[in-house]
């Protein structure tokens, strides 16, 4: 029982993905990219709430939570070929979850939540990475978690230890670039306008492989705003297996969501994104050599906005 309620636990953290809009209808072509200034500031706000069902035997067990992260993105320089470089940095970080009878909260605002389940989550609060994009919104580099690491951990070996394995497993650099996807989308190199659609692939590597395909529409255009509808598909890598809580596991997992995304049109900045997530499948897992197949379900919403 205690295997399967760290196994549900752990799952429901590492399962965050990240991804509003006014119909408005214009003619005008759009060429959408990113157009900052150096020294230029955003504050970003990203929450999640999500739902997770596993039934093993008659057990069924359900994990509610929601997530709160927030984070600055400030740009540092502009290299000669206009990509961006930058640095976020975390400023808050709350989390709730209830599950297993137990309700269990922490904020980075207040001091009274304080946790040690969230103690990798609340260390990140004032820790910066680097993050280097195209005019485009393609990520091209991102890190700075192994420095962060080195800060947080300090001549403590202990906590080095401790600190490299909570933050490894959810915050190396291919998760942290996955992480921020809602504050930037990659745009289309052909000029947009009412009606025109794109498709962007991605892999999402946490402890299993999950393949997204992205479908992007411009639903409107303004004199401020483009506004785009998004429906993907999800699917995990058949076979694919991890270790998690010291048991093996494999995941077979499909999806589907669907989701807003209002952009300013000087700026090329995501100003709000919001995505309705479903996934279901099953999750195998190896028990004390007892083999369990887990049914699952997920359902989650996720919103993304500027905040001041």
């Known amino acids: 029982m205690a295997h399967f309620y760290r196994l549900t636990r752990t799952f429901s953290i590492l399962m965050v993905l990240l991804v509003t809009a006014t119909f408005s209808f ?24 999500m739902t997770t069902s596993q039934t093993m035997g ?44 137990m309700d269990m909260a922490f904020d980075s605002d207040d001091e009274s939540t304080a946790n040690p389940q969230f103690s990798s989550f609340g260390a990140l609060i004032g820790k910066s990475i680097n993050a280097t994009f195209t005019p485009k919104g393609k990520i091209i580099e991102l890190d700075g978690v192994d420095a962060m690491i080195n800060e ?32 930037f989308i990659e745009y289309p190199a ?30 409107g255009v303004d004199a401020d705003f483009v506004n785009l509808d998004v429906t993907s598909t999800l699917a995990t890598t ?6 998690m809580q010291g048991m093996e596991v494999s995941f077979n997992l499909f999806g589907t969501q669907s989701g ?24 195998s897992a190896d028990m004390g050599g007892q083999n369990m197949d887990i049914p699952m379900t997920v359902a989650s919403k996720s919103a993304t906005k500027i905040i001041k």
């Open 58 to 101: 008659e057990m069924v067990q359900t994990v509610e939570m929601n997530q709160i992260f927030e984070y600055t993105i400030d740009v540092k320089d502009i290299a000669s070929n206009g990509n961006f470089s930058t640095q976020i940095t975390y400023t808050r970080v709350a989390i709730n979850m209830v599950a297993g009878g």
């Open 26 to 49: 214009a003619a005008n072509e759009v060429d959408l990219k990113f157009n900052l200034k150096k020294g230029d500031v955003t504050k970003y706000r990203t929450s999640i709430d």
């Open 260 to 283: 807003t995304i209002k952009v300013d049109k000087k700026s090329g900045k995501v100003v709000e994104s919001t995505v309705n997530q479903n996934i279901s499948g099953n999750l």
């Open 238 to 243: 058949p076979g694919n297996k991890s270790e």
């Open 152 to 183: 947080l951990a300090g001549d403590n070996e202990a906590i080095r230890t401790q600190v490299e394995q909570n933050l490894t497993q959810s915050f190396d650099d291919e998760k942290m670039k996955q992480m921020f996807g809602g504050s």
């Open 190 to 219: 052909k000029l947009v306008k009412v009606g025109t659609k794109w498709t962007e692939n991605q892999t999402i590597n946490n402890q299993f492989t999950l393949n997204v395909i992205n479908n992007y529409v411009v639903k």
